[in-house]
Every structure is written in structure tokens, then in C-alpha cells.
């Protein structure tokens, strides 16, 4: 898609425009991997410094792994080793600090993408929520609100909402911003955190979702405050 010809639309074409989109992914789909609701995304932090061509990326029966680099935000830089697990009873018990599990539990409509095609971003952010919020009213939040309004509504993207199921922020919730390519992702935002012209105007068709009586009442801090853009290596 070529993203400079496109133009602000009014809510009612940008449907229109986002099932095109569609249409475009589903031609290019390919069979495998393909990320799906109940899979795990297990992440391995590369120690600090280690050559990204010195890893050792190898699947392991019906799991995929996958080499992502840190290219903007919290952990720029760092090497990742991320492995997709088919069923969370296949996870194994092991953890360590440098060890991340991700429940999906909810991707919009089916995913028919690669996401795991070099140069693809995975934007993981972590979702700061306030002490006193309910962790169960704000899954429901996430599959009644957030994820139909979100998931699918940008060209060339993709949200993934995730439960955290080990390391320090286990029980919360994270989500990962799938864009095919680090051109999309600077077109949409030319630096970390500021947004383009074309960007908001997008935005404006879910800017609502912000707002005190839906999201703005469970965030102890904005849904960007932490997170790092991944660039997938190979």
C-alpha cells in the first residue's frame, strides 16, 4: 500500500479503506507462523552487548522462534529471542529475569499475516494500571472496548492484546503493535512519540476511546509510557 497517496477520510471510508487493507493482507498471507488468541509469546533477553550474530535461532517442534532487535524506546539495542508456544499448557515452568511469558488474549479479527517477516516491528507496551483497578473488569474492557475498537483499525498494522503470565508483572496486561515495516512505522510516527498529520487524523476515529468514562479510568500512567519498538532480524 502506498501510504504517501493516502488522505484523511471521513469514519465511514476509513472502514471502507481498513477492509481493503484486509483484503490486501489475506492475498499475501502466508500459512506459517500465524499468531492466534490462547498462543504464548515467550521472550528471551539477550545479555547486554551480545552480537545478534552469535544467537542461536532454532525451532523447536511446533514452535517458532524468531530474533528481534531493540530499534526504539525502553530496551533499544537489546537482542530478543522470541518463540511463539502453540498452547500455554505447553510452556515450560522455567523462569528467570531475563524471561518474559505473554498470554494473547485477544487479536481482533483472525490473523492471516506473517508478522515474523524481517524488518516487521513488534511494539511491546506495557499497560500501567491504577492499584485499586480489577484486573478481571479490565480484561472485559479489553474484549468489549478496546481491542474491536483498535486492533484492526489502522492500515498495515495490527494490535495484539497479551496477559502477562511471568517475570515482575505477572497478572498484568501489556499489548503488542504489529506495523509490517520501519517505513509504515515512520510514517506514522517520525520519532518516538509524535505522531504525524496523518497519524491524528487516523486517530480521531478512536480518540474516544481515551476519554475518563472508558480507558482513561484504569491508566496509572499513558499507554505509551513504556514500551520498545522490536525490529524483526531474522
Request: charged share 25%.
Amino acid at each position: 500500500m502506498d501510504l504517501c497517496n493516502l488522505s484523511p477520510l471521513r469514519p465511514g471510508a476509513i472502514l471502507v479503506l481498513g477492509l481493503f487493507a484486509t483484503s490486501l493482507l489475506a492475498q499475501s498471507a502466508e500459512p506459517s507462523p500465524r499468531l492466534r488468541d490462547g498462543m504464548v509469546i515467550s521472550m528471551q533477553f539477550l545479555p547486554e552487548n551480545a552480537p545478534l550474530s552469535d544467537a542461536d535461532v532454532q525451532a523447536k517442534g511446533d514452535r517458532t522462534a524468531s530474533l528481534l532487535r531493540g530499534e526504539r524506546g525502553r530496551y533499544e539495542g537489546r537482542g530478543v529471542m522470541l518463540t511463539l508456544v502453540p498452547e500455554q499448557t505447553e510452556l515450560t515452568t522455567t523462569e528467570g529475569e531475563d524471561r518474559q511469558d505473554y498470554l494473547i488474549i485477544d487479536s481482533g479479527d483472525p490473523i492471516t499475516r506473517n508478522w515474523l517477516q524481517p524488518g516487521a516491528i513488534w511494539g511491546f507496551h506495557t499497560i500501567l494500571l491504577m492499584d485499586s483497578i480489577n484486573r478481571s473488569d479490565f480484561e472485559t474492557f479489553i474484549h468489549r472496548y478496546w481491542s474491536p475498537t483498535r486492533s484492526d483499525a489502522l492500515p498495515d498494522s495490527k494490535l495484539i492484546f497479551l496477559k502477562n503470565l511471568s517475570g515482575p508483572d505477572k497478572g498484568e496486561f501489556s499489548y503488542i503493535w504489529l506495523i509490517d515495516s520501519e517505513e509504515t512505522r515512520d510514517y506514522y510516527f517520525p520519532e518516538a512519540k509524535v505522531p504525524s498529520k496523518m497519524y491524528t487524523e487516523f486517530e480521531k476515529g478512536w480518540n474516544w476511546i481515551y476519554d475518563p468514562e472508558y480507558l482513561g479510568k484504569y491508566l496509572a500512567a499513558p499507554e505509551d509510557e513504556l514500551f520498545t519498538d522490536f525490529v524483526v532480524v531474522r
